[in-house]
């Protein structure tokens, strides 16, 4: 009992000291990591050699799970943002679904479709066309705009493949990709469109005070400039603008931002732009259910298989994109997409290394024997360690995983499905997006809030998914 408690008092200083690192002394958050690792490896009697091999083993694993979808979905996103395909997505979505239904529309399309892109990118290049058609949604169009935005962002990429937490939440937990984007997809369409609810009500009955909560539209701005709807229609002129340039306005480019400068102003179908994208997420859900019948034929694997899958999808827009926008643009656009996914893979790597070195210590059979089979309590707590890593740390990746591989051991002592864990984690993750937090701020800027109301719309907003996702889990778990 006396080694059993000393592991526990370990591991929760291994965390606290990774937390400590990163918050106090701005420590890169892969360097603290393994310095936890090490730490919690070397604590619990591990031989130094033993404990480097399980780092390294780690790391090694979980890059063998999702390297090259991390770095295929980080390509494909950067070349779909290149192609100007948001904006236009967004003015679609606004003139089939109408003001009243444009939050929900965005958010759903943001949340389950657009998540091959980086969440800066993504973001940087919707808000200022979402910011333009905020009055157009009527009373509270601001902050009911912002909030979708908030909510859809942030869920997308712990619940949804390819989403950059998403698949590293699958690989830590051991999930097959196709099983991640199905559970994922049915636990956040419910999350994003009850949260929505929720807040729009709160906006309702006095949540939301303009004077205080908005900034002044710049210049220009106002919807009811022109009474043609046409006018008020058309998406803003900046695509011709690098995001780099767009964002020098505000206080410079933030971390994950680099989006090659377009060439071209050839303006393609839509759907043909998303085909390979959409044709991707089909070949991998179409994979997950021929698993779950049981059906396996050579070629069938083969397509389905979400390396193969995303390795088309980026063939397939690269194709799209040296027709459209010129093969030069497409060629920056992939080194962007590199340099991006460079630190992606670092971080999601380290991740990794501290839930293998958290296994060894063997906390899983310590925990398993707290908790009974099918009980609520291990889904509660992964939720609970991952709301508050992400209160200290701020990111949402870093907390998701950590919280992760902290239970992941449990799983198979109890008999609780990894899916659930991963689907747990991601919405404790959620919790309380704040000010130490570089969507916080591009959302403040980009969507003309203030402090006080980006603390109403996406601090609360996304604090509301992280419950709601976490209630909808918990119903899941009842016939998982």
């Known amino acids: 009992m006396t080694s059993e408690i000393i592991t526990i008092i370990h591991t929760a200083i291994a965390i606290l000291g990774v937390v400590v690192l990163i918050t106090r002394f701005r420590l890169n958050p892969a360097v603290a990591l393994v310095i936890g690792s090490l730490y919690l490896g070397l604590a619990t009697g591990h031989p130094p050699t033993e404990t480097i091999g399980t780092i390294t083993g780690g790391f090694g694993?979980?890059?063998?799970?999702?390297?090259?979808?991390?770095?295929?979905?980080?390509?494909?996103?950067?070349?779909?943002?290149?192609?100007?395909?948001?904006?236009?997505?967004?003015?679609?979505?606004?003139?089939?679904?109408?003001?009243?239904?444009?939050?929900?529309?965005?958010?759903?399309?943001?949340?389950?479709?657009?998540?091959?892109?980086?969440?800066?990118?993504?973001?940087?290049?919707?808000?200022?066309?979402?910011?333009k058609m905020a009055p157009l949604i009527g009373k509270h169009g601001t902050p009911r705009i912002a909030t979708a935005l908030a909510i859809s962002l942030e869920c997308g990429i712990v619940f949804m493949v390819p989403g950059v937490a998403a698949l590293a939440l699958a690989g830590v937990l051991g999930?097959?990709?196709?099983?991640?984007?199905?559970?994922?997809?049915?636990?956040?369409?419910?999350?994003?469109?009850?949260?929505?609810?929720?807040?729009?009500?709160?906006?309702?009955?006095?949540?939301?005070?303009?004077?205080?909560?908005?900034?002044?539209?710049?210049?220009?701005?106002?919807?009811?400039?022109?009474?043609?709807?046409?006018?008020?229609?058309?998406?803003?002129?900046?695509?011709?603008?690098?995001?780099?340039?767009?964002?020098?306005?505000?206080?410079?480019?933030?971390?994950?931002?680099?989006?090659?400068?377009?060439?071209?102003?050839?303006?393609?179908?839509?759907?043909?732009?998303?085909a390979p994208l959409l044709l991707c997420l089909g070949l991998i859900a179409t994979g997950a259910i021929l698993q779950i019948v049981g059906v396996e034929i050579d070629a069938l694997v083969l397509v389905t298989d979400p390396v193969f899958a995303l390795l088309l999808a980026v063939?397939?827009?690269?194709?799209?994109?040296?027709?459209?926008?010129?093969?030069?643009?497409?060629?920056?656009?992939?080194?962007?997409?590199?340099?991006?996914?460079?630190?992606?893979?670092?971080?999601?790597?380290?991740?990794?290394?501290?839930?293998?070195?958290?296994?060894?210590?063997?906390?899983?059979d310590i925990l398993g024997q707290a908790f009974s089979a099918n009980s609520f309590a291990p889904l509660l707590i992964v939720w609970a360690i991952a709301a508050v890593l992400h209160i200290a740390v701020g990111s949402v990746t870093i907390s998701a995983i950590t919280a992760a591989g902290i239970l992941a051991p449990i799983a198979s002592v109890i008999g609780l499905d990894p899916i659930l864990i991963a689907l747990a984690a991601g919405a404790g993750s959620l919790f309380a997006v704040h000010v130490t937090s570089n969507t916080f701020w591009l959302l403040q800027s980009l969507l003309g809030q203030t402090t006080r109301g980006t603390l109403k719309t996406c601090t609360v907003g996304v604090s509301v998914a992280s419950v709601v996702a976490l209630l909808v889990t918990l119903v899941l778990s009842i016939f998982i």
């Open 61 to 131: 694993e979980i890059m063998a799970e999702v390297g090259l979808l991390i770095t295929f979905g980080v390509l494909l996103g950067s070349m779909l943002s290149e192609m100007n395909a948001i904006q236009r997505l967004v003015s679609h979505l606004l003139r089939v679904f109408g003001p009243r239904g444009l939050p929900y529309a965005m958010g759903l399309t943001i949340g389950t479709v657009l998540q091959s892109i980086f969440l800066d990118v993504l973001l940087v290049i919707s808000a200022p066309l979402a910011r």
């Open 175 to 274: 999930v097959p990709l196709g099983q991640m984007l199905l559970f994922g997809l049915i636990v956040i369409v419910p999350t994003i469109v009850i949260s929505i609810f929720i807040m729009t009500l709160l906006f309702r009955v006095g949540f939301w005070n303009q004077k205080l909560d908005e900034t002044q539209p710049l210049e220009g701005e106002h919807a009811d400039a022109s009474d043609e709807p046409e006018a008020q229609l058309a998406p803003l002129k900046t695509e011709s603008i690098p995001v780099g340039d767009r964002l020098s306005k505000i206080g410079g480019v933030p971390r994950g931002v680099a989006v090659a400068e377009r060439t071209t102003t050839s303006e393609p179908k839509l759907i043909l732009l998303f």
């Open 315 to 364: 063939l397939g827009t690269s194709i799209i994109g040296r027709v459209t926008v010129g093969g030069k643009a497409v060629e920056k656009s992939v080194v962007a997409g590199f340099r991006e996914s460079g630190q992606i893979l670092i971080l999601t790597g380290v991740g990794g290394s501290l839930a293998a070195t958290v296994a060894a210590t063997g906390l899983g």
